[in-house]
């Protein structure tokens, strides 16, 4: 069977990204780990989420997870499986045993499951990534441990710009804003600005800085992926022409 362009991607980014975490969970704790004042529970579920957000999509890249059917529940049933491995092989390699992590995965194969019967691909990555940057953004301090600091910007410029990327496609599939553009430039800022505004927002309750830099380079990466896909979207018109 040939696979189409979702599915591929799908498979690749997994191909990564698991022998990744697996790597990293057979390892010394990194002391950027240690250092990143995140819950090692939080780690947890946050691993775990995207881990089962990729499987479902990689058996299953088209449709929305139905509980009443088989297949969700053979992929919930792998991942604990998986995770059971994981913990038991870290325990022979120096790493400790914690039935909480087991409960933190479960937690995280869960909450992605229970997304994705009501989101489908693009609204659920859309979803994701707005919750991904909220809690490194407001949950941790990997993005000024020293001597780092550059990371800061880094991030913010390269989650948002991804983030408005995602935003816009969502977009484009449901013909938003097609034939006026300020409609489409306005909805298209519209998201990616208001997460902006609550990340920082509420970045105070949470003990963390508000840095201008922050605010300045996420800016800058909508403002690039809106620039980007205005541009795209402008040569594929002038080519159907």
Partial sequence: MKLLRRHKTVLLVLGIYWPLI????????????????????????????????????????????????LKPWLVLIGILCYGVIDEYLQGRVGRSVDGMDLAANLFGAVLALGLLSILGFWSALLAASAIYIFVISNMSNLLVLYPEYHLNVVFHFTAYTALTLIWIQYLQRRDYGRDDQASWLAASL???????????????????????????????????AILVSYLVFTMMHRKIK
């Fill in 22 to 69: 697996f790597w990293l969970t057979h390892i010394p704790v990194p002391d950027i780990a240690r250092q990143s004042g995140m819950s090692d529970k939080t780690m947890h579920v946050l691993a775990y989420f995207a881990l089962t957000f990729l499987v479902w999509f990689a058996v299953s890249p088209y449709h929305k997870v139905q509980p009443n059917k």
């Fill in 190 to 224: 519209t998201l990616p600005a208001l997460l902006l505004f609550a990340v920082k927002a509420s970045a105070v309750f949470f003990g963390c800085r508000f840095l201008w830099a922050d605010a300045v380079s996420a800016l800058f990466g909508i403002t690039f």
